[in-house]
């Protein structure tokens, strides 16, 4: 908590927060300024999103997501690039129903394209149902399905990349979580910007280094309208959320180890895909075409487990009917 008597280091207002890593003391207005300049300034130091680029978020409804959406929609203003939004309806009864208003509205209020995609309709059975009949965790098809559809949108829409809200917390738990299992090839992914490769549109994370904390003051702020639940399927006691604790707890006493660890971990990327490359070789899906490290790609192994058929080519084919037109 803040004394009252703190003060805006840049106006002398009333301050709301302090930044420990950049020694600043900030008013609303200023902390709403600092969080889209920082952006702004990862999407210029990592390359992120240039004039004329085609940019797909993906917006889930939740507080991250929904900054994402906010910051991006000025900044492609700015920056003079298009966005579209894709939403993935998992068909999550009492959650997805909330998540997918959420981002109905909002997206309506900023008038962005919005491609909403329900498994349900997409699939013919929820997330769910896809779990219990492939016979695997709800998380790990969620995942699978989600990385799918994106990708997929992206190709068949003709964007040049997709952006997700992970936030820096988020990459420095998967990144310790994949050094300890010693997974080279999930580490080498968590950059800033992935490489476009056959089969696969490049993947941006404009929130690299924003900590979770200030995006949830940021929605906050801005009012915006994102879904406070949880999921019923999120592991409570997960690896990740304990590293997040005790990264949260080193910030605490040295400001900043956030970012320089995401940073390393940015600049090491190229070391780190090269130890990928020798280990695995990038292949496309004989079924759908799509990017595959074996024969057949994930989403149409597990759809081919669950409902008898492997559907990424139906999929893409629906895909490619409703996207054409977004960016006009
Ligand atoms: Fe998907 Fe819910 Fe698991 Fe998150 S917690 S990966 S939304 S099933
Ligand atoms: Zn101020
Ligand atoms: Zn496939």
Known sequence: MLSPEARCSFCGREAIARIAYA??????????????????????????????????LAVSGGKDSLTLLDIMYTLSQEMRFSIAVLHIDLG???????????????????????????????????????????????????????????????????????????TADDVIAYAIKAFLLQDYSSLSKLVPKTRALTGAVSRIR??????????????????????????????????????????????????????????????????????????????????CGLIASGHKCSFCKVTENAVGTPLGRVVREYLSSIVREIWS
Do not use: W
């Not at 200023?30 to 300034?41: D, G, L, Q, T």
């Not at 190229?270 to 079924?287: F, K």
């Open 206 to 287: 404009p929130l690299y280094e924003v900590y979770e904390r200030e995006t949830l003051l940021y929605s906050v702020l801005k009012k915006l309208p994102f879904h406070h639940g949880m999921c019923p399927y999120v592991v409570k006691n997960s690896l990740e959320r304990y590293i997040k604790k005790f990264f949260n707890q080193l910030e605490e006493l040295f400001p900043s180890t956030k970012i320089s660890f995401l940073r390393r971990l940015a600049n090491r990327a190229e070391t780190l895909t090269v130890i990928d490359t020798e280990r695995e070789s990038v292949r496309t899906c004989s079924v």
């Open 23 to 56: 020694k600043l003391l900030l008013c609303e207005e200023h902390y709403i300024e600092y969080i889209k300049n920082k952006v702004k300034r990862t999407i210029l130091r990592y390359n992120l999103a240039k004039h004329g680029d085609k940019i797909l």
């Open 92 to 166: 999550i009864e009492g959650y997805s129903e909330q998540l997918k208003h959420s981002v109905e509205s909002y997206t309506r209020k900023l008038g962005i394209p919005l491609v909403a995609l329900s498994l349900r309709e997409v699939l013919g059975v929820t997330l769910p149902q896809l779990s219990k009949k492939s016979r695997r965790p709800p998380c790990s098809v969620c995942g699978i399905i989600k990385r799918y559809l994106m990708n997929a949108c992206a190709i068949e829409s003709g964007a040049t990349a997709i952006a997700t809200g992970h």
